[in-house]
Structures are given as C-alpha cells and as structure tokens.
C-alpha cells in the first residue's frame, strides 16, 4: 500500500521563516503537501475548505506560529478546539519560548508539542525527525 | 537541556506494557519509564501523596483510555481542573482506534492518540526526539 500523502498547514506570518520551514520539509520528507498560510483565519478557511479555499485533504498536522499579531494564534487554537471536526488535529507550536503563562496556556488546549524558534534553527534534523516519526506512529484524525 | 524524560505509562494490560518496555529500554539514557496499573496511583504518584514520590518533571503521560476502576475521562477531568496538572502532555493509547471516543478525548486537551498496535521503535526515537527538542509546560 503507498504511504498516504501527509499534508502540512503551515501557519507563519514571516516570510522568511516560512521559506525555511518550507525548504526544510519539502526536502527531508518524501511523501508531503505544505500549505502556507499567513493567518489562522486562513488557516481555518482552509482547514474547512471556506472562503474560496480548497479543503485540506485528511491526514494532516498543523504548524502554527505562536507569536501571530494581536494574539491570534490563541484564537485559532481555541476556535480549533471549540469546533467538533476540527478539535483531533494535531498542532506542533513554534515560539519564541519565555512567557510561560503563553506557554502553559497552548499546552492546556491540547498542543501535541512547543517548540522554541532557536531550537529549531539550531537542530533542524531532531525538528524534522520529530515530525516524521509523529506522522508515522501517531494516530491522525478524521482519518478519511 | 539533557535531562531525562520521565514517561509515565498508566496501563493494565501486561502484554502492552512489556511491547512499550521492550522498545524503550535501548533508549533508557534518554527515557526513564514509570508504569502504574490505574489512574489513581498515576493521580497520587503526580501529586506526591505519601507514600509515592512525586515525578520529576520533565515528563509526559502515556494513557490507555480504556482503564478498569477510575474511567479515563474521569482521570483527564481531575487533571485539568489540578492547577499544578492541568498543563501535563497526554498521549492516548488506544485498541479501537474508535474516532469519536478519541475526539472526545480532544476536548480534555490530550496532545495526541496513539494506536496499540504502532508502539514500536519509531514511537521509542518520536519520545527520544520529543525529549531533545520540546519545550515542556512549565512547572
């Protein structure tokens, strides 16, 4: 049986962060679609094939910016959570680390894991395997 | 930075717990691995009711849902409203693989499912790598 496509919602507001990530997965993982959004209300958009946007094929993770302006990365996890077809998907957060109270909070709604930006720039490999293996072993849901 | 992972494994199943054990153990500079049977001792071991001691953190929690005694949403509700436990990773284990117990389970903030049957070495390096690059909840 072929391996099943894995699609990635990237949601990143810098471009240049986003370009990275992009090149770093595209290239270490075989068998991925990125999507990239800049805001998580495109990311819900398409997430629920909303607002022109084509609806994101199942199985698939979330790599969600914690530091979108006016604290909107809170609110789409929370609009994420509140909504019953969308509440099992697997979210990887990416911050700045500090403020633990931000922290805590993205934790308490169910992230699969945060990750700290400069630990990502500095063991890029331990980022992508993580991922890999996440996708391989994970149950992701809906899974259709 | 390199501190161990503790890994706290609430299971009653004996053949499930020695699979985990069986995969985690080449990996036991990185994992340190607790097994309870039911989620109260889980409940006493992460508080550090006497006569256990409290995990260390960092740790996540490895939970099979289907538990006899305490009922496995019983255990993530008495989770989360703890304020020192509310923010603690869970990871579901699941037999069934039943979607809507598990999206049920979504909504007392689980980080994720797992499948019984994929806990093999993959699963062992994803905690490795878990273990190396996460940022756990604060303390």
Same mark, same amino acid.
């Given at each position: ?51 022109? &946007? ?15 302006? &006016? ?74 | ?58 740790? +996540? ?65 994803? +905690? ?12």
């Amino acid at each position: 049986m072929l391996p099943h496509l894995l699609h990635i919602l990237l949601i990143e507001d810098n471009e240049i962060e986003a370009k990275r990530l992009y090149h770093l997965l595209q290239s270490h993982m075989q068998t991925v679609v990125i999507i990239w959004v800049t805001t998580g209300e495109q990311a819900l958009h398409a997430l629920c094939g909303t607002g022109g &946007q084509k609806r994101l094929p199942r199985p698939y993770l979330i790599l969600l910016d914690f530091n979108l302006p &006016q604290r909107t990365s809170f609110a789409f996890l929370q609009q994420l959570r509140a909504d019953p077809d969308l509440r099992q998907s697997s979210v990887f957060v990416m911050g700045e680390g500090g403020a633990t109270a931000d922290k805590e909070e993205a934790y308490r709604l169910g992230i699969v894991a945060y990750l700290n930006k400069a630990t990502l720039a500095a063991k890029p490999e331990a980022f992508v395997q993580l991922l890999l293996w996440y996708s391989n072993t994970a149950e992701l849901l809906p899974r259709k | 930075m390199l501190s161990k992972m503790n890994v706290l494994l609430i299971e009653n199943n004996d053949a499930d717990i020695e699979n985990l054990c069986l995969h985690l153990t080449p990996f036991a500079n990185h994992l340190s691995l607790t097994i309870v049977k039911d989620g109260e001792t889980a409940l006493a071991i992460l508080r550090g009711q006497p006569p256990h001691v409290r995990l260390q953190h960092p740790y +996540l929690i490895l939970f099979d849902l289907n538990l006899p005694s305490m009922d496995g949403f019983t255990f993530l509700d008495e989770l989360r409203r703890d304020p020192e436990l509310r923010t603690c990773i869970v990871f579901v284990l699941t037999e069934s693989g039943d979607d809507a117990t598990i999206t049920m389970a979504y909504k007392c903030g689980i980080a994720g499912c797992f499948s019984k049957a994929k806990l093999d070495a993959q699963f062992a390096q994803f +905690l490795v790598a878990y273990s190396v690059i996460v940022e756990f909840p604060p303390m």
